[in-house]
């Protein structure tokens, strides 16, 4: 596709339940980050893959959150026993590669935990 | 913990007016800076990006501007239009690392 895709773009989910959401990257782009945006804030990095390794996931807030990417494209971030803290816009990016430092972004999946 | 303007500011202009949005960081180690627009219910969209072996850089109607003596972005949005109202983020990255800070960004508003 010509852009990122993120997928659910609306998740409305019960307290408790497990949730997934998937990222598609821009295709040839083999970093793909994850963040986090709560209501009027900045971005909170979660954790990025190079290829399908994940060198860095001390964003993760939690080990309720967990991430993984198949085939160098394709990611879920999955969120287990959902809290009502977890509501937020879960952005995903893509770029080239870690030094093609350019960051392209999905529309976001919109995660509301009742 | 390291921070990038953290606060959220609004601001108003005029059409056909100049902007400039402010950012501040407290990471001295950062090795490179990005501005991102984000309208209402979008993904943040590439702006313009600048090294911090740099001072200025400048693209289509913007300008990014580096201090790092005080530790200061700016974007310089020349003769401003209504298509610019969205919310603006400077992000940074520190060397050594593939993680970036974001602030929580600046509202700029257009009046017509």
């Known amino acids: 596709g010509a852009g990122v895709s993120q997928s659910p773009s609306n998740k409305v989910t019960e307290k408790g339940k497990d949730v997934e959401l998937r990222c598609d990257p821009i295709s040839g782009h083999t970093a793909l980050y994850w963040y986090r945006q709560s209501l009027g804030q900045g971005l909170e990095f979660l954790i990025y893959?190079?290829?399908?390794?994940?060198?860095?996931k001390s964003g993760l807030p939690s080990d309720r959150f967990s991430a993984e990417r198949t085939g160098g494209s394709v990611s879920t971030l999955t969120i287990q026993r959902t809290q009502q803290e977890d509501s937020a816009v879960y952005l995903c990016a893509s770029s080239k590669g870690l030094a093609a430092l350019a960051q392209y972004f999905g529309p976001g999946t919109r995660l509301l935990v009742l | 913990g390291e921070s990038v303007g953290l606060h959220l500011p609004t601001l108003s202009v005029q059409e056909g007016d100049n902007s400039i949005i402010n950012c501040a960081y407290s990471?001295?180690?950062?090795?490179?800076f990005i501005w991102y627009k984000q309208e209402s219910g979008k993904g943040p969209q590439f702006i313009i990006d600048?090294?911090?072996?740099?001072d200025k850089r400048q693209g289509q109607r913007v300008t990014v501007l580096l201090n790092k003596t005080v530790k200061h972005l700016s974007l310089q949005i020349a003769a401003t239009q209504p298509g610019d109202s969205a919310v603006y983020f400077c992000?940074?990255?520190?060397?050594?690392?593939?993680?970036?800070?974001f602030g929580t960004g600046t509202r700029l508003k257009v009046l017509a």
């Open positions: 992000a940074e990255k520190t060397s050594g690392t593939y993680k970036y800070i």
């Open positions: 893959f190079q290829g399908n390794s994940a060198p860095d």
């Open positions: 600048i090294r911090s072996n740099m």
């Open positions: 990471n001295s180690a950062s090795d490179y």
